[in-house]
């Protein structure tokens, strides 16, 4: 897998019989730009040169580079389930392996590059977040989007899971898991922190579908 085969899974466009319009060729490109190089050290000429297009083009659809990056994590929450949930929901119908079955395929697609580049919305979120704090609601927006989808599943998962849990808690706490694993992954180069991380995360299901199943057969 490389570079752009990782940018098709974590941002771009999903595919589509019709060639991709202005819009479409701009955003795609600034997604994949602002995940490779960063956003600050992205430049406008050189998401014009990979998009193909004129800077009256972008500006006509996008005032300000800052607007170009809302457009993009707008999109993002657009690409969330038929990118990234929608291919989990299809492998496993089981509500709990979901969650791991999301996790790793966030392994697999950042495994093959020995995690270089890292989640685009977390690298944002560290980047950008305090630089530019109108920005703030949309990468949360990101995050809220992503928990809700574990959230669901959690909550699917009905008795087989403690009845005072809370579930929305453990729905961020899995993503404090993915995106916590992937960072030092980042940094060691390797999978062995992400996959500690996971396995913690198992541990703790194991111990909470013990529990629930000893308060089902209780009398």
């Known amino acids: 897998m490389n570079v752009q085969s990782l940018s098709d899974h974590s941002m771009a466009f999903p595919p589509t019989n019709q060639p991709p319009d202005t819009r479409s060729r701009i955003l795609d490109a600034a997604a994949r730009l602002f995940h490779e190089q960063g956003f600050n050290a992205t430049g406008v000429s050189t998401i014009l040169r990979e998009a193909g297009v004129n800077p009256g083009s972008l500006y006509n659809l996008f005032p300000s580079k800052d607007a170009l990056l809302a457009a993009v994590l707008e999109r993002y929450t657009e690409l969330l ?3 990234v949930m929608e291919p989990v929901e299809k492998k496993t119908s089981d509500p ?4 791991f079955a999301l ?3 966030y392994r697999e697609w950042y495994s093959p590059l020995e995690f270089r580049l890292g989640c ?3 690298n944002l979120a560290l980047e950008v977040a305090d630089s530019h704090p109108e920005i703030r609601p949309l990468i949360q927006q990101n995050f809220d989007g992503w928990s809700a989808y574990v959230r669901k599943w959690l909550d699917d998962a009905g008795d087989r899971l403690p009845r005072d849990l809370d579930r ?3 729905a961020a706490t899995v993503l404090t898991v993915m ?4 960072m030092q ?5 390797s999978a062995a922190a992400y996959d500690a991380s996971v396995g913690q995360l198992r541990a703790y299901f194991d111990l909470l579908l013990a529990r629930a199943s000893a308060g089902r057969t209780q009398p």
């Open 96 to 99: 709990i392996e979901r969650v």
């Open 185 to 189: 992954a980042r940094s060691s180069r």
């Open 120 to 122: 685009p919305i977390g």
């Open 81 to 83: 389930h038929p990118i």
């Open 168 to 170: 929305k808690q453990l």
């Open 103 to 105: 996790l790793q395929q």
């Open 179 to 182: 995106e916590g694993g992937l």
